[in-house]
């Protein structure tokens, strides 16, 4: 079966503009994950979902990130009035148990380079 | 806070000698250590947990609380094994993961 997609692989985008970054997970998995990795870095905790039930959001770095999985499968990541800052490999996740820990499956990621 | 370092971003090993990577953490809970790896052009994919007790492509790690520490081992490098390594934790109960910085690895044939 098919891993973890994300789209678009690769975004451009201009100082101030706003982006959507989307996450396929693997079907019937629970649990899904944001990272971000910044160029050097390791992926750094963005964000998790358990099914539509956004569990934990205190990775995000401002009040301009926002995330939904409204049905509890595709998954979208927002970044409003993007800045250069936010330029980084954002990675999606996803995993079958909602309780314990079970093993991450990671998508490619979306490099995102902002103007 | 959570924290994993890995204090070494840049390792290269000759062919057939022996690896380690390090890795210690910081964290007042139980945790859950991992190691994951990237190699070239591939996504980043779970390569061995402490809880498993398992040897990986001939990579093991143990997880040592008084040093906090859980360095991962090898005995004789393969070029296959050239990849970028990270090391990782989560408390048990929890999902969310906190990386290391990583180590690029690279053996020399």
């Known amino acids: 079966g098919a891993g973890v997609s994300q789209s678009p692989r690769y975004k451009v985008a201009k100082r101030g503009q706003d982006v959507a970054l989307r996450c396929d997970p693997i079907?019937?998995?629970?649990?899904l994950f944001w990272y971000q990795q910044a160029l050097g870095q390791g992926p750094e905790f963005l964000t998790y979902f358990q099914n539509e039930a956004q569990l934990d959001k205190s990775g995000l770095p401002s009040d301009r990130f926002f995330a939904e999985r409204p049905e509890g499968s595709v998954s979208t990541l927002k970044i409003q009035r993007t800045q250069q800052e936010d330029s980084a490999v954002y990675l999606c996740?996803?995993?079958?148990?909602?309780?314990?820990?079970?093993?991450?499956?990671f998508g490619p990621g979306t490099r995102l380079t902002v103007l | 806070a959570q924290r994993v370092t890995q204090p070494e971003k840049l390792l290269s090993v000759f062919k057939g000698a022996p690896v380690e990577l390090k890795c210690n953490y910081s964290?007042?809970?139980?945790?859950?250590l991992f190691w994951y790896v990237q190699y070239s052009r591939q996504r980043l994919q779970l390569l061995l947990r402490h809880i498993s007790r398992e040897s990986i492509k001939g990579f093991t790690a143990d997880l040592n609380k008084g040093e906090t520490s859980f360095h991962l081992k090898k005995p004789f490098a393969q070029e296959e094994d050239s990849a970028m390594y990270y090391c990782?934790?989560?408390?048990?109960?929890?999902?969310?993961?906190?990386f290391g910085t990583g180590t690029r690895l690279t053996i020399i044939p």
């Open positions: 996740a996803s995993s079958s148990s909602g309780t314990g820990t079970s093993e991450q499956f």
């Open positions: 964290y007042s809970g139980s945790p859950e």
């Open positions: 079907s019937g998995h629970v649990s």
């Open positions: 990782a934790l989560s408390d048990f109960g929890n999902e969310k993961l906190t």
